[in-house]
């Protein structure tokens, strides 16, 4: 019974944080606060909504795959992201905050 | 009968369609065989909705249950996808050549270099 | 082993192509493509023969029992599509070497015989097999090893030439893929001849009646009839010339095949509320077809092109003969399909062998080589005089059956515009004629040998000299084909009966 | 719930398929087809078709767009603005085509009925025996590599022929399986990534033997586990260039491999030829009709796997050779 | 509870399909497609337990591997360009 209510809970606490990263995501001003808004809440909201499956679980093997699955994201999340904002510096996208004339990059590389 | 039946096959159909309709309205060569790929893709979605069962479940014999989708359709379609991504690859090869040969990979910039010689 | 007959010509090359990719040595994967192509051959003709005695055999691959499993049913007509395709193989391989050699670079020979032997495998399972699934699976694999093969050429443009083909190809793979796709929901089976015992009392639904156009326009695409032949004249001018043999000789003919398959096996047309209009546009298409493809055969500068457009217009001929709906009509398509194989095949080889000597096929080159290659050109002026109908020829035999077919229907129009079809072939035969014999070498480079132009390498000579007697052959002895036509017609319609 | 499930990805799928036709730009258009992989692969989980949705998700969302961008770095991501093109045309023959379709579902059998024909004929047998004739519980394995084992082999050889088609086409001249030389540049270095990745691999590659080995009892086989696996060895050599990856496992043994997978499922078949059984038939693997086709079935998915994870690693050489081409 | 969970799911794909279509350049659509992705990843673990099937688990595994690989591939592939580009310029 506690388990079921904690998993709830994780359920609850992950969609809403899959909720206010969507919003960063959709509503933030450049590319670097957009990674930073998907991948850090993304990494806990993925974290808790999969610990909740495992919670639900009984199998061993399913729960071995979450486990999996969880581990693997913790890993690769952060990973991507990294490479990714990495990317878009050496393509010569600059955050915003530096530059007053909006996002658009002069490198060719932008589009 | 019963519209609300078909809605579903005809909303693959209509994917089917934008599919074609970039294979042989676009002229950029990658983008054709991106139009190639949809339009199999929902090919591919037609026969899994027509191999679905309501209230069915995936074709793994399992205890208790008696009620499976079909496995046929699933079968051709993984053979089918196999097929797809074979011809994209081979697709996508020629386009590269092409692109070595030409310059370009817009067909009527291929079209006038060939006529051009 | 005899009974194991059925899956041998399709067996022999599949095992054959993943072999010969280990070989590196290009002279050693020839001589094993080779062997593996002439094995195919005789194992296709111990099948026809076969098939000639004892009918229509069956083979349930992996043990299964048909409509569960795959099944391979052979009766004449597949005998004789099998034996067709195996020796245009064998003889484009056994003679093609010098014209491979000097068209394709060195370390690209090996896997182009290994393409080959695939494509070969691909045309003999569609010919083979009763199941229309597995049908599509070797239809892709003859395709895919098309595609590549068409892209060996050496313009550019056949690169073009191949990308335009994998388009049109996969689009009509795809619609044959829908189509069996709405058959199978209806059904429930993929079996060819399950299906043709489910399919008739179906005829008034709107899905079967979907399914059907779907397959027709998906094969006529690869069939290359008229409006769809985009494709044919870009790949067949250039891809290499023993590609281009090969296609011309087999990869239609095993379109036309499927057709035949789905109109008469699977959806026995006649019995099917389609049968009429169908029928008109077949005959429409197959006519429009004919006068076509002659007529920009004739305007074309380059004889590959030309002969390539000539394709689109026999491919024509053979339509007729599925849209005339009789006997002896599809008798008069199955023979048109042998000969052609024959004419076309003769026709292309020779130009290979010129094609080797001068270097390209325009009109402009070909001036008065028949006086420097006598024995290249009288084989192509025999695979001219039999595309043209000339008695003594093969070609005369299909389009008297073709004629008498038409004239069975008692459609006079027709019959009239088959004979001035055959007008227009002359017209550009001559205009061959004319350049070979007739011309005057303007100056030009000799690509190799500088003591002027001799007779083509043995090889290609001699299969273009066989090719060319059979022409000839067979339009004296027209026993195989017409009796084997007649009998698959015959079996064709004999198991539409009720 | 699954009718909204339904009807979610269904109407994403179709916003991605307008998205795809308004946007220019080949990378925007390739980030598209992956999510419509995604999608569709998500679609055949809620339409029960495991098995689909595995070799989907590898295929539509890895290796196709994976092959696409590959592409595109060689030939540029500009799409051009067409200067004149008709569109009446292609618009009509949609509407036909269209039409056509819809006419033709107007007979089909009702979305997700029960007693549609395809399950009253052919497919009750395979649900209904395959427990006892096959003994293993993913019907879709038993009817792939079973009853239509011939089919499964044609698949192979498809692959196969893919993989001679992109090697025939891409063949720098003179270069056949030679192994590309280090004079390539030095690629920017991410440690993280590289550190992350190289944890990561291993367990990719442990992932797909388990799905090889695994295909009998749940989703997967043959073929999604030699796409993970090359997946795995793409990523290896994304990482460390084709150089590195060329020198682990070199390219005349991976095109060596390819054939051999195929052989592997071919010979497999010519066993029964040789004892008098059709081609395919496992029984002459073993006494017990059922341990027999457990062989078999192993036997020709270990050689699918072979050939399809060389087959994906060859024609990714054969782009990534020509990228370090064109950069050169 | 789980209900809510894929409805937001689904809610969020949305939005990074509505992204993926207005980005302004490729490294927002590669965002894009990776937490399309990861959100694919999840719903597909939430589907097999909303549907009580744990077979699903395994494609929610190889969509992790597969987003992993094509974010890295997607990046490792524009860099190439970058630095051709560049080249080309000076």
New interface residues.
């Given amino acids: 019974m506690v388990l079921h209510w904690l998993s709830e809970a994780c359920l609850l606490a992950g969609s809403f944080l899959l909720l206010t990263g969507a919003l960063g995501f959709l509503r933030f001003p450049d590319i670097y606060a957009r990674i930073h808004a998907c991948g850090v809440t993304e990494t806990l909201a993925t974290s808790l909504i999969l610990v909740a499956l495992l919670l639900k679980s009984e199998a061993a093997l399913p729960q071995v795959k979450l486990l999996f699955i969880l581990l693997f994201l913790m890993f690769s999340g952060p990973t991507a992201s990294h490479a990714l904002a990495k990317a878009a510096w050496q393509g010569g996208v600059r955050p915003r905050a530096t530059r007053d004339a909006g996002e658009r990059p002069a490198s060719p590389a932008g589009r | 009968m019963d519209i609300a039946s078909y809605f579903n096959y005809w909303i693959v159909i209509v994917l089917m369609m934008l599919g074609f309709y970039i294979v042989i309205a676009r002229g950029n060569l990658v983008k054709k065989l991106i139009g190639l790929n949809i339009f199999q893709t929902s090919v591919f979605i037609l026969y899994i909705s027509a191999g679905k069962v309501s209230d069915g479940a995936a074709p793994i014999l399992t205890e208790g249950v008696s009620v499976y989708s079909n496995p046929l359709p699933h079968v051709l379609i993984l053979t089918a996808i196999v097929v797809g991504i074979a011809t994209t690859a081979v697709g996508l090869a020629l386009v590269a050549r092409i692109h070595e040969a030409y310059g370009t990979v817009e067909e009527s910039q291929i079209l006038e270099q060939d006529n051009a010689c | 082993m005899l009974s194991h007959l059925p899956i041998l010509p399709v067996l022999l090359p599949l095992l054959g192509a993943p072999i010969c990719a280990l070989l590196r040595k290009p002279v050693a994967a020839w001589l094993f493509a080779c062997t593996v192509a002439l094995l195919t051959f005789a194992a296709a003709i111990a099948l026809l023969a076969q098939t000639w005695q004892q009918g229509v055999l069956s083979y349930a691959l992996g043990g299964w029992a048909a409509p569960w499993g795959i099944e391979y049913r052979i009766d004449l007509l597949n005998g004789l599509v099998l034996t067709l395709v195996s020796g245009m193989a064998s003889a484009v391989l056994l003679g093609g070497r010098a014209s491979i050699w000097r068209e394709t670079p060195e370390e690209k020979r090996s896997l182009f015989l290994v393409a080959f032997l695939l494509c070969l495998a691909g045309l003999q399972g569609i010919a083979a097999t009763g199941d229309a699934f597995n049908l599509f699976v070797f239809l892709e694999i003859s395709s895919l090893s098309t595609y590549a093969l068409v892209a060996t050429g050496r313009d550019r443009r056949a690169l073009v030439a191949a990308y335009n083909y994998l388009i049109m190809g996969t689009i009509g793979a795809t619609f044959i893929l829908i189509g069996i796709g709405f058959i199978y929901m209806l059904t429930g089976t993929l079996n060819m001849m399950d299906l043709a015992q489910r399919l008739p009392a179906l005829t008034e639904s709107r899905t079967a009646f979907a399914g059907f156009v779907f397959i027709i326009v998906g094969v006529c695409l690869k069939l290359a009839l008229f409006p769809l032949h985009l494709w044919l004249p870009g790949a067949y001018t250039h891809a290499s010339s023993m590609v281009t043999v090969f296609l011309a000789a087999t990869a239609t003919k095993v379109a036309l095949y499927v057709l035949i398959r789905f109109s008469f096996s699977v959806f026995r047309l006649e019995f099917s509320t389609l049968a009429l209009p169908l029928e008109t546009v077949f005959l429409t298409l197959g006519i429009v077809a004919v006068f076509a493809g002659s007529l920009v055969a004739i305007y074309q500068p380059d004889l590959k092109r030309g002969l390539a457009y000539s394709s689109v217009a026999q491919i024509g001929y053979m339509v007729i003969g599925v849209g005339v709906g009789t006997v002896i009509g599809l008798q008069a398509a199955l023979v048109h399909l042998f000969n052609h194989a024959l004419m076309k095949g003769a026709l292309f080889m020779a130009l290979a062998a010129v094609v080797y000597r001068v270097g390209d096929g325009k009109f402009s080159s070909l001036r008065g080589i028949g006086r420097e290659m006598p024995l290249t050109c009288a084989c192509m002026l025999l695979g001219g005089l039999s595309l043209i109908g000339v008695p003594g020829t093969a070609g005369f035999i299909s389009k008297w059956y073709l004629v008498v077919a038409v004239a069975d229907r008692e459609q006079w129009v027709l019959v009239a515009l088959i004979l001035a079809g055959s007008l227009l072939t002359a017209v550009y035969i001559w205009r061959l004629v004319e350049t070979v014999y007739l011309g005057v070498p303007g100056p030009r480079q000799v690509p190799d040998s500088p003591a002027g132009r001799a007779e083509a390498p043995p090889g290609l000579l001699a299969v273009s000299v066989v090719l060319a007697l059979a022409n000839v052959y067979f339009g004296f002895d027209t026993r195989l084909p017409v009796e084997a036509a007649s009998g698959a017609a015959e079996s064709l319609f004999a198991a539409g009966q009720p | 719930?699954?009718l909204?499930?339904?009807i979610?990805l269904?109407?994403?799928?179709?916003?991605?398929?307008?998205?795809?036709?308004?946007?220019r730009?080949?990378?925007?258009?390739?980030?598209?087809?992956?999510?419509?992989?995604?999608?569709?692969?998500?679609?055949?989980?809620?339409?029960?078709?495991?098995?689909?949705?595995?070799?989907?998700?590898?295929?539509?969302?890895?290796?196709?767009?994976?092959?696409?961008?590959?592409?595109?770095?060689?030939?540029?991501?500009v799409?051009?603005q067409?200067?004149k093109?008709h569109?009446a045309f292609?618009?009509l023959?949609?509407?036909v085509?269209?039409v056509?379709?819809?006419?033709?579902?107007?007979?089909?059998?009702?979305?997700?009925?029960?007693d549609?024909?395809?399950?009253?004929?052919?497919?009750p047998?395979?649900?209904q025996q395959?427990?006892e004739e096959i003994g293993i519980?993913?019907?879709?394995t038993s009817?792939?590599a079973?009853?239509?084992?011939?089919?499964?082999?044609?698949?192979v050889?498809?692959?196969?022929?893919?993989g001679?088609?992109?090697?025939?086409?891409?063949?720098l001249?003179?270069?056949?399986g030679s192994v590309p030389d280090d004079a390539g540049?030095q690629?920017?270095r991410?440690v993280?990534?590289n550190v992350?990745?190289k944890?990561?691999i291993p367990?990719?590659l442990l992932?797909a033997l388990y799905?090889q080995f695994h295909g009998e009892?749940?989703?997967?086989g043959g073929?999604?586990a030699g796409v993970?696996f090359a997946?795995g060895i793409?990523?290896y050599g994304?990482?460390y260039g084709l150089p590195s990856v060329c020198r682990v496992i070199p390219p005349p043994v991976v095109?060596?491999l390819?054939?051999?997978g195929?052989?592997l499922y071919?010979?497999t078949g010519?066993l029964?030829?040789l004892d008098?059984?059709?081609?395919?038939?496992?029984?002459v693997l073993a006494t017990d009709p059922v341990t027999a086709q457990y062989l078999g079935i192993t036997a020709i998915e270990l050689g699918v796997g072979v050939t399809?994870a060389s087959v994906i690693i060859t024609?990714f050489y054969?782009?990534a050779a020509?990228?370090s081409e064109?950069?050169r | 509870m789980l209900t809510l969970t894929v409805v937001v799911i689904l809610a969020v794909m949305l939005a990074g399909l509505a992204r993926a279509f207005f980005a302004r350049n490729v490294y927002d659509r590669v965002l894009a497609a990776n937490l399309f992705g990861t959100k694919t990843v999840l719903l597909i673990a939430a589907i097999s337990y909303l549907f009580g099937s744990p077979d699903f688990l395994d494609i929610a595994v190889v969509y992790a591997l597969i987003n992993y690989i094509s974010v890295i591939g997607v990046l490792r592939v524009t860099e190439m360009r970058v630095i051709a580009q560049q080249e080309d310029k000076g």
Wanted: charged share 10%.
């Fill in positions: 719930m699954e909204l499930v339904d979610a269904l109407s994403m799928l179709v916003a991605t398929a307008v998205s795809l036709i308004l946007v730009g080949l990378v925007a258009s390739i980030m598209l087809t992956s999510i419509y992989g995604l999608l569709s692969a998500s679609f055949f989980v809620t339409m029960d078709a495991v098995d689909v949705a595995f070799t989907e998700a590898a295929v539509g969302a890895g290796v196709s767009p994976l092959l696409l961008l590959m592409t595109v770095a060689l030939v540029g991501r799409e051009q067409p200067r093109r569109i292609p618009l023959l949609v509407t085509t269209g056509l379709l819809i006419v033709g579902t107007l007979d089909m059998p009702p979305f997700g009925s029960a549609a024909p395809a399950l009253q004929h052919v497919a047998r395979y649900l395959s427990g519980p993913n019907v879709v009817v792939l079973s009853y239509r084992a011939y089919d499964t082999l044609g698949e050889l498809v692959i196969f022929t893919a001679i088609a992109v090697i025939l086409v891409l063949m001249p003179g270069r056949r540049r690629r920017p991410n993280v990534v992350v990745s944890i990561l367990f990719m992932f799905v009892y749940g989703p997967g073929f999604q993970i997946s793409i990523l994304l990482l095109e060596a390819a054939a051999l195929v052989l071919a010979l010519v029964a030829l008098g059984r059709p081609f395919l038939d496992y029984s399809v024609i054969a782009f020509h990228l064109a950069q």
